[in-house]
Nanobody, 122 residues
């Protein structure tokens, strides 16, 4: 069992930047893909970006190039750096870990963090 803990959420004005961090602990040796999802009120949870935990290759990016995902294996941490934020980016952001490569769907992710709120005001 792996445990994921997100941090770094908060409130920011449109056009601003925010960084989210996800610390992994426990059984992390078999993690292949780490992803960031988000869920806005009344909407389904969606994948924002994902990275191969071993190689560091970004496997998914649905941010339109505004967000950058990276990982630090020495610290068991995945970071989502968000730039030029828009009000429509307002959501709860979740870190998730998958045991398969190129994981894109929710069902492919085994472990989830508790989520962190990001609020972007206009």
């Amino acid at each position: 069992q792996a445990q994921l803990v997100e941090s770094g959420g908060g409130a920011v004005q449109a056009g601003g930047s925010l960084g989210l961090s996800c610390a992994a602990a426990g059984r992390t040796w078999n993690i292949v893909t780490m992803g960031w999802f988000r869920q806005a009120p009344g909407k389904e949870r969606e994948l924002v970006s994902a990275i191969n935990w071993l190689s560091g290759i970004i496997t998914s990016d649905y941010s339109g190039g505004r967000f950058t995902i990276s990982r630090d294996r020495a610290r068991n941490t995945v970071i989502l750096q968000m730039y030029n934020l828009k009000p429509e980016d307002t959501a709860v952001y979740y870190c998730a870990a998958s045991l398969v490569s190129n994981a894109r769907s929710i069902s492919q992710y085994e472990y989830w963090g508790q989520g962190t709120q990001v609020t972007v005001s206009s």
